[in-house]
Protein backbone atom coordinates (compact mmCIF):
# COMPACT_ATOMS: atom_id res chain seq x y z
CA UNK A 1 0.00 0.00 0.00
CA UNK A 2 1.13 3.53 -0.38
CA UNK A 3 3.15 5.13 2.97
CA UNK A 4 0.96 7.62 3.58
CA UNK A 5 1.87 11.46 3.08
CA UNK A 6 4.25 13.21 5.97
CA UNK A 7 4.40 9.66 7.42
CA UNK A 8 7.73 7.75 7.24
CA UNK A 9 7.40 3.60 7.85
CA UNK A 10 10.77 2.41 7.46
CA UNK A 11 13.67 2.46 9.93
CA UNK A 12 17.12 2.31 8.68
CA UNK A 13 18.62 0.29 12.06
CA UNK A 14 22.23 0.73 13.67
CA UNK A 15 25.16 -1.60 12.98
CA UNK A 16 24.23 -4.94 15.32
CA UNK A 17 27.77 -5.42 16.99
CA UNK A 18 29.74 -8.43 16.58
CA UNK A 19 29.13 -9.86 19.99
CA UNK A 20 25.48 -9.81 19.65
CA UNK A 21 25.43 -11.89 16.65
CA UNK A 22 25.32 -15.69 16.92
CA UNK A 23 23.39 -16.95 13.88
CA UNK A 24 22.94 -20.83 13.75
CA UNK A 25 22.95 -22.09 10.45
CA UNK A 26 20.74 -24.94 9.54
CA UNK A 27 21.19 -25.63 5.89
CA UNK A 28 23.18 -24.25 2.53
CA UNK A 29 22.46 -25.33 -0.39
CA UNK A 30 23.25 -24.40 -4.06
CA UNK A 31 20.71 -22.46 -6.06
CA UNK A 32 19.86 -22.66 -9.84
CA UNK A 33 19.02 -19.45 -11.96
CA UNK A 34 16.24 -20.45 -14.50
CA UNK A 35 16.68 -18.93 -17.81
CA UNK A 36 13.89 -16.21 -16.77
CA UNK A 37 16.13 -15.75 -13.78
CA UNK A 38 14.34 -17.25 -11.20
CA UNK A 39 15.59 -19.76 -8.86
CA UNK A 40 15.09 -22.94 -7.74
CA UNK A 41 16.80 -25.18 -4.58
CA UNK A 42 17.35 -28.83 -3.88
CA UNK A 43 14.53 -30.43 -1.72
CA UNK A 44 13.36 -33.77 -0.26
CA UNK A 45 10.19 -34.91 -0.85
CA UNK A 46 9.13 -38.24 1.15
CA UNK A 47 12.80 -39.17 -0.27
CA UNK A 48 12.44 -37.93 -3.37
CA UNK A 49 15.34 -35.12 -4.68
CA UNK A 50 13.00 -32.29 -6.18
CA UNK A 51 13.72 -28.96 -6.97
CA UNK A 52 11.10 -26.49 -6.00
CA UNK A 53 10.70 -22.62 -7.11
CA UNK A 54 12.16 -20.12 -4.56
CA UNK A 55 8.99 -18.28 -3.97
CA UNK A 56 9.10 -15.56 -1.41
CA UNK A 57 5.04 -14.29 -2.43
CA UNK A 58 3.71 -17.96 -2.68
CA UNK A 59 0.97 -18.89 -0.75
CA UNK A 60 1.78 -22.07 0.15
CA UNK A 61 4.64 -24.39 -0.26
CA UNK A 62 3.80 -27.10 -3.25
CA UNK A 63 4.60 -29.79 -5.40
CA UNK A 64 2.82 -30.09 -9.30
CA UNK A 65 0.21 -33.09 -10.04
CA UNK A 66 2.44 -34.83 -12.28
CA UNK A 67 5.03 -35.11 -10.15
CA UNK A 68 3.49 -36.70 -7.19
CA UNK A 69 1.79 -38.80 -9.73
CA UNK A 70 4.93 -40.07 -11.09
CA UNK A 71 6.20 -40.71 -7.39
CA UNK A 72 3.14 -42.67 -6.54
CA UNK A 73 2.74 -39.88 -3.50
CA UNK A 74 -0.46 -40.61 -2.37
CA UNK A 75 -2.52 -37.13 -1.91
CA UNK A 76 -5.47 -36.68 0.32
CA UNK A 77 -8.43 -33.71 0.11
CA UNK A 78 -8.44 -30.94 3.17
CA UNK A 79 -10.40 -28.72 5.18
CA UNK A 80 -8.45 -25.93 4.58
CA UNK A 81 -8.59 -24.72 0.74
CA UNK A 82 -6.09 -22.05 -0.51
CA UNK A 83 -6.77 -19.84 -3.55
CA UNK A 84 -3.73 -19.71 -5.40
CA UNK A 85 -2.44 -17.37 -8.21
CA UNK A 86 -4.59 -16.73 -10.88
CA UNK A 87 -7.65 -17.57 -8.63
CA UNK A 88 -6.38 -21.58 -8.87
CA UNK A 89 -8.11 -23.56 -6.05
CA UNK A 90 -5.50 -25.24 -4.13
CA UNK A 91 -7.80 -28.36 -1.81
CA UNK A 92 -4.76 -31.29 -2.40
CA UNK A 93 -2.59 -32.17 0.11
CA UNK A 94 0.53 -34.76 0.35
CA UNK A 95 -0.38 -37.47 2.77
CA UNK A 96 3.34 -37.83 4.19
CA UNK A 97 4.16 -34.34 4.22
CA UNK A 98 8.22 -35.27 5.26
CA UNK A 99 10.08 -32.22 4.01
CA UNK A 100 13.64 -31.62 3.93
CA UNK A 101 15.89 -28.56 2.00
CA UNK A 102 19.18 -29.67 1.57
CA UNK A 103 20.22 -31.88 4.70
CA UNK A 104 17.93 -30.32 7.06
CA UNK A 105 14.29 -31.48 7.55
CA UNK A 106 12.25 -28.81 8.09
CA UNK A 107 8.96 -29.03 10.25
CA UNK A 108 6.06 -30.63 8.91
CA UNK A 109 4.03 -28.36 7.09
CA UNK A 110 0.96 -29.16 4.21
CA UNK A 111 2.23 -29.55 0.93
CA UNK A 112 -0.91 -28.54 -1.72
CA UNK A 113 -0.76 -30.40 -4.90
CA UNK A 114 -1.46 -28.20 -7.76
CA UNK A 115 -1.99 -28.15 -11.69
CA UNK A 116 -0.61 -24.63 -12.22
CA UNK A 117 1.97 -25.31 -15.23
CA UNK A 118 5.79 -24.89 -13.60
CA UNK A 119 8.26 -24.73 -16.32
CA UNK A 120 11.89 -26.80 -14.75
CA UNK A 121 10.33 -27.10 -11.52
CA UNK A 122 8.54 -29.67 -9.75
CA UNK A 123 7.03 -27.42 -7.03
CA UNK A 124 7.55 -24.24 -5.13
CA UNK A 125 9.05 -23.26 -1.83
CA UNK A 126 6.86 -20.76 -0.13
CA UNK A 127 6.38 -18.61 3.17
CA UNK A 128 4.54 -20.73 4.64
CA UNK A 129 7.63 -22.90 6.00
CA UNK A 130 10.41 -19.89 4.86
CA UNK A 131 9.05 -17.90 7.72
CA UNK A 132 9.75 -20.38 10.76
CA UNK A 133 14.00 -19.45 9.65
CA UNK A 134 15.98 -16.57 8.57
CA UNK A 135 16.38 -16.68 4.64
CA UNK A 136 19.58 -15.51 3.11
CA UNK A 137 19.52 -15.71 -0.52
CA UNK A 138 23.28 -14.92 -2.14
CA UNK A 139 22.38 -14.24 -6.02
CA UNK A 140 26.32 -13.33 -6.50
CA UNK A 141 27.24 -16.91 -4.67
CA UNK A 142 24.07 -18.69 -5.82
CA UNK A 143 23.08 -20.01 -2.53
CA UNK A 144 20.50 -19.84 0.10
CA UNK A 145 21.33 -20.57 3.55
CA UNK A 146 18.32 -21.10 6.54
CA UNK A 147 19.21 -19.88 10.07
CA UNK A 148 17.75 -20.06 13.07
CA UNK A 149 15.38 -17.25 13.76
CA UNK A 150 16.77 -14.55 15.92
CA UNK A 151 19.55 -13.75 12.95
CA UNK A 152 21.41 -10.29 12.62
CA UNK A 153 24.48 -9.21 10.51
CA UNK A 154 27.37 -6.88 11.04
CA UNK A 155 26.91 -4.59 8.53
CA UNK A 156 29.69 -2.73 6.49
CA UNK A 157 29.22 0.65 5.40
CA UNK A 158 27.10 0.68 2.03
CA UNK A 159 24.74 -2.55 3.62
CA UNK A 160 20.73 -1.33 3.68
CA UNK A 161 18.75 -2.80 6.97
CA UNK A 162 15.21 -2.21 6.78
CA UNK A 163 12.05 -2.96 9.46
CA UNK A 164 9.92 -4.80 7.66
CA UNK A 165 6.40 -5.84 8.07
CA UNK A 166 5.42 -9.54 7.81
CA UNK A 167 1.96 -10.13 7.41
CA UNK A 168 -0.06 -13.05 8.51
CA UNK A 169 0.53 -15.61 5.03
CA UNK A 170 4.47 -14.89 5.93
CA UNK A 171 4.83 -12.04 2.48
CA UNK A 172 6.98 -9.58 3.26
CA UNK A 173 6.39 -5.93 3.05
CA UNK A 174 8.89 -3.14 3.03
CA UNK A 175 9.56 0.37 2.01
CA UNK A 176 10.55 2.07 -1.45
CA UNK A 177 10.76 5.22 -2.93
CA UNK A 178 10.75 5.45 -6.55
CA UNK A 179 11.00 9.15 -8.14
CA UNK A 180 10.53 10.65 -4.41
CA UNK A 181 7.15 8.82 -3.25
CA UNK A 182 7.00 6.40 -0.95
CA UNK A 183 4.97 3.46 -1.40
CA UNK A 184 5.32 -0.36 0.33
CA UNK A 185 6.13 -3.32 -1.83
CA UNK A 186 5.96 -7.24 -1.35
CA UNK A 187 9.72 -9.05 -1.89
CA UNK A 188 8.37 -11.67 -4.56
CA UNK A 189 11.24 -14.30 -6.07
CA UNK A 190 8.38 -16.41 -7.85
CA UNK A 191 7.96 -13.06 -9.53
CA UNK A 192 10.00 -12.53 -12.97
CA UNK A 193 9.57 -8.98 -13.19
CA UNK A 194 8.68 -6.02 -10.40
CA UNK A 195 5.01 -4.48 -10.91
CA UNK A 196 2.65 -2.03 -9.62
CA UNK A 197 -1.33 -1.86 -10.29
CA UNK A 198 -2.51 1.05 -11.80
CA UNK A 199 -3.63 2.04 -8.70
CA UNK A 200 0.03 2.38 -6.99
CA UNK A 201 0.65 3.65 -10.58
CA UNK A 202 -1.24 6.83 -10.12
CA UNK A 203 -0.07 7.79 -6.52
CA UNK A 204 3.92 7.56 -7.76
CA UNK A 205 2.38 9.68 -10.46
CA UNK A 206 1.64 8.00 -13.70
CA UNK A 207 -1.30 7.65 -15.56
CA UNK A 208 -2.96 6.80 -18.57
CA UNK A 209 -1.91 9.95 -20.41
CA UNK A 210 1.48 10.09 -18.98
CA UNK A 211 4.28 10.70 -21.49
CA UNK A 212 6.27 7.52 -21.72
CA UNK A 213 3.57 4.85 -20.94
CA UNK A 214 3.53 2.20 -23.66
CA UNK A 215 1.28 -1.24 -24.11
CA UNK A 216 3.45 -3.85 -23.98
CA UNK A 217 1.21 -7.12 -23.97
CA UNK A 218 -2.28 -7.27 -23.59
CA UNK A 219 -4.30 -11.09 -23.26
CA UNK A 220 -7.66 -9.77 -23.52
CA UNK A 221 -8.02 -9.50 -19.94
CA UNK A 222 -5.29 -8.09 -18.33
CA UNK A 223 -2.36 -5.33 -20.16
CA UNK A 224 1.14 -4.84 -19.10
CA UNK A 225 2.30 -1.06 -19.54
CA UNK A 226 6.04 -0.14 -19.43
CA UNK A 227 7.09 3.51 -17.60
CA UNK A 228 10.66 5.12 -17.91
CA UNK A 229 10.81 5.45 -13.91
CA UNK A 230 13.71 7.32 -13.00
CA UNK A 231 15.47 5.51 -10.02
CA UNK A 232 14.28 3.69 -6.76
CA UNK A 233 15.55 3.91 -3.63
CA UNK A 234 15.52 0.93 -0.78
CA UNK A 235 16.79 2.53 2.31
CA UNK A 236 20.46 3.91 1.58
CA UNK A 237 20.28 2.17 -2.18
CA UNK A 238 19.84 3.39 -5.25
CA UNK A 239 18.60 1.53 -7.89
CA UNK A 240 18.37 3.99 -11.75
CA UNK A 241 16.21 3.42 -14.61
CA UNK A 242 14.05 0.23 -12.37
CA UNK A 243 12.34 -1.86 -14.96
CA UNK A 244 8.98 -1.85 -13.03
CA UNK A 245 5.95 -2.67 -15.20
CA UNK A 246 2.04 -1.30 -14.59
CA UNK A 247 -0.68 -3.91 -14.37
CA UNK A 248 -4.36 -3.00 -15.67
CA UNK A 249 -6.94 -3.18 -12.48
CA UNK A 250 -7.58 -7.02 -11.24
CA UNK A 251 -3.98 -7.98 -12.10
CA UNK A 252 -2.63 -7.69 -8.79
CA UNK A 253 -4.29 -8.28 -5.19
CA UNK A 254 -4.70 -5.37 -3.60
CA UNK A 255 -3.04 -3.63 -6.05
CA UNK A 256 0.03 -3.71 -4.39
CA UNK A 257 3.83 -2.82 -5.91
CA UNK A 258 5.87 -6.56 -6.27
CA UNK A 259 9.45 -6.28 -6.26
CA UNK A 260 10.58 -9.31 -8.53
CA UNK A 261 13.11 -11.70 -8.79
CA UNK A 262 14.70 -8.41 -11.21
CA UNK A 263 15.41 -5.71 -8.51
CA UNK A 264 17.49 -8.34 -6.42
CA UNK A 265 20.27 -8.72 -8.79
CA UNK A 266 23.86 -9.00 -7.64
CA UNK A 267 22.57 -8.50 -4.51
CA UNK A 268 22.84 -10.65 -0.53
CA UNK A 269 19.32 -10.36 0.72
CA UNK A 270 18.97 -11.63 4.03
CA UNK A 271 14.90 -11.97 5.41
CA UNK A 272 15.20 -12.31 9.02
CA UNK A 273 11.24 -13.47 9.27
CA UNK A 274 11.43 -13.45 13.35
CA UNK A 275 13.07 -10.06 13.80
CA UNK A 276 10.90 -8.23 11.15
CA UNK A 277 14.38 -6.64 9.33
CA UNK A 278 15.38 -7.11 5.85
CA UNK A 279 19.06 -7.22 5.32
CA UNK A 280 20.75 -6.40 1.58
CA UNK A 281 24.27 -6.12 0.33
CA UNK A 282 24.56 -3.90 -2.65
CA UNK A 283 25.53 -4.87 -6.12
Not at 115 to 127: E, F, K, M, Q
Request: charged share 20%.
Amino acid sequence: MPVAAGLVFYLALAPARAQDCAPQQLAKVQTTTLPDGRLTVPVTVEGHALNFLLDTGGVATTIKWEVAREMNLPVRQTDRRLTGVGGSLLNFTLAGENFSVGDFKAANKPIYVESRPLPDVDGTLAPDILRDYDVEIDMVAGTMTLFAPGYCAVQEPRDTVLAIIVDPGGHVHLPVKIDGAGAFAVLDTGSVISVAGMRTAAYLGVRSNSPGLELRHDNGTYQLYSYPFGAMEIGGMTVNNPNIAIASNGFLPGEELVLGIDALRLMRVTIAYASKRLYIKPP
